[in-house]
C-alpha cells in the first residue's frame, strides 16, 4: 500500500532488462488484467495458486532465460 503496483514493477523491470520473463499472481480475474500493457507478455497464475504447480511454472519460465 501507498508503493508501486505489480504492473507498475513490471514496468521499471522490463526498463532494465526488457526479455526478463514475468509470472503474474493475481486475485483478480486474468482477462481484466491482461488488458494492462505492462502485463503483455507475461505468464499468469490466478489467486489462490496449486503451490505443488508453482515450481513447475517457475522452471518453465526461468528455461525461458537460456
Given amino acids: 500500500p501507498g ?3 505489480g504492473p507498475e514493477m513490471i514496468d521499471q523491470i522490463r526498463k ?3 526479455g526478463i520473463p514475468v509470472l503474474f499472481a493475481s ?3 486474468e482477462d481484466a488484467l491482461m488488458k494492462l500493457d505492462s502485463l503483455e507478455n507475461a505468464d499468469f497464475v490466478s489467486k489462490p495458486y496449486d503451490v505443488e ?3 513447475s511454472r517457475i522452471a518453465e519460465l526461468l528455461g525461458k532465460l537460456s
Fill in 3 to 5: 508503493g508501486m503496483t
Fill in 16 to 18: 532494465l532488462s526488457p
Fill in 27 to 29: 486475485g483478480y480475474a
Fill in 53 to 55: 504447480k508453482l515450481p
